[in-house]
């Protein structure tokens, strides 16, 4: 497991779905998917971090602008469960997404997860609201780099 201060300050930090990544001034990338921080990638030296952590947010920015699904998503699983536990919550639904009896069921029994049936609805809901935006979203960045 990687410590935090052993990398030096922390430039930028980001929320997805089921982990948060965080780039610090070493040029190392951290991600926590609830297991605790491990190194995740380096920059390629000679990368200014600065520069690297505002492109990214940047990214990030428009990317939640043009998916609010993803937004809605993330800030629900962030509600819903623990850092720990999204990853599981998340395969849940995206394996039943028209079911959000059955995720109900599954989250509440096997995950220990006190979620109410409406909320596995809103789930299921933004997950499939995200994956139509997220589609969009990488044909865009593909014709982007294309120009």
Not at 9 to 36: C, M, Q, T, Y
Not at 104 to 116: A, Q, V
Request: aromatic share 4%.
């Amino acid at each position: 497991m990687a410590k935090l201060k052993a990398h030096g300050k922390e430039i930028a930090r980001w929320e997805l779905p089921s982990s948060r990544i965080a780039l610090f001034e070493d040029g190392h990338l951290l991600r926590n998917r609830g297991d605790g921080w491990k190194l995740y990638r380096k920059l390629k030296p000679g990368v200014d971090v600065v520069e690297a952590a505002a492109h990214r947010n940047a990214l990030m920015e428009r990317k939640l602008e043009a998916c609010p699904g993803w937004a809605r998503l993330i800030k629900l699983l962030n509600g819903a469960a623990s850092l720990r536990n999204r990853g599981l919550l998340l395969a849940c639904i995206d394996m039943m997404p028209s079911d959000p009896d059955g995720v109900w069921s599954e989250c509440n029994d096997s995950l220990g997860l006190n979620l109410t049936v409406d909320d596995c609805v809103e789930l299921c809901e933004a997950l499939a609201d995200s994956e139509l935006e997220l589609k969009a979203w990488a044909e865009l960045r593909r014709q982007e780099k294309m120009v």
